[in-house]
């Protein structure tokens, strides 16, 4: 049997460097396995605006079935368009404007959190 916490964690950290080439700003994981015990992991990001955010999310759904979780939720934003909660499980993601995000400081709540940064992937250089 897979262990899940591992494939959780790959799940996790696949979604988020997805997020990371979709400009969603500020992407965190944040290892919650030994702090929650209704999930292992969450992934948050910062979206540009109400478009980008839906972006983010549809773009979260569509990576859902690849790597093996469950929709816990329907994807979808709150009628503000300030914050998309997905719930799959072991791994819910966060994807919020920068308001939402300041306002609510979920890395502040879950402080005690091993976090791990996903920075953008860098474009290649031209070669001269």
């Known amino acids: 049997m897979a262990d899940t916490s591992a494939t959780s964690r790959e799940a996790a950290f696949a979604i988020a460097r997805l997020l990371a080439e979709h400009n969603g700003g500020e992407v965190l ?3 919650l396995g030994e702090r929650a015990s209704w999930t292992d992991f969450f992934v948050i990001a910062t979206a540009t605006s109400g478009a980008h955010l839906r972006g983010l999310a549809r773009f979260v ?17 709150a009628d503000d368009e300030e914050w998309i909660l997905a719930d799959l499980g072991t791994v819910v993601v966060h994807l919020m404007t920068e308001r939402a995000r300041s306002f609510y400081e979920l890395e502040k709540l879950w402080f005690e959190a091993a976090a791990t940064k996903f920075d953008p992937p860098q474009a290649p250089k031209p070669v001269l």
């Open 29 to 31: 994981v944040l290892d």
């Open 61 to 77: 759904d569509e990576a859902v079935a690849g790597l093996d979780l469950e929709r816990f939720n329907k994807i979808k934003g």
